[in-house]
Nanobody
Framework: VQLEESGGGLVQAGGSLRLSCAAAGSIFSRNAMGWYRQVPGKQRELVAAITRRGSTNYADSVKGRFTISRDNAKNTVYLQMNSLKPEDTAVYYC??????????WGKGTLVTVSS
């Protein structure tokens, strides 16, 4: 499975960004998908996840501000990020877990939120 993130960049606090992750190499609709983030010196953390049936879960720190969604026709998962805060600054990674439990990662996209 190949994953390619896009949509990162620099935004002011209070602004919005939408990340996209295009997947190839598997039956996308059967994968659970997620977004993680990591800052230097800290562990990678789950931001949001969506099952193949569309159930979602979020980190407490982003609930009410971020929305994960998927378009199975386009083999793409999205992360809409609103009301961004400086503490959201991180490299954001796309994650896929196949039905047999294999896990794949994208290379990441940098999100920088200025105060």
């Amino acid at each position: 499975v190949q994953l390619e993130e896009s949509g990162g960049g620099l935004v002011q606090a209070g602004g919005s960004l939408r990340l996209s992750c295009a997947a190839a190499g598997s039956i996308f609709s059967r994968n659970a998908m997620g977004w993680y983030r990591q800052v230097p010196g800290k562990q990678r953390e789950l931001v949001a996840a969506i099952t193949r049936r569309g159930s979602t879960n979020y980190a407490d720190s982003v609930k009410g501000r971020f929305t994960i969604s998927r378009d199975n026709a386009k083999n793409t998962v999205y992360l809409q990020m609103n009301s961004l805060k400086p503490e959201d600054t991180a490299v954001y990674y796309c994650n896929a877990v196949t039905v047999v439990g294999d896990e794949y990662w994208g290379k990441g996209t940098l999100v920088t939120v200025s105060s």
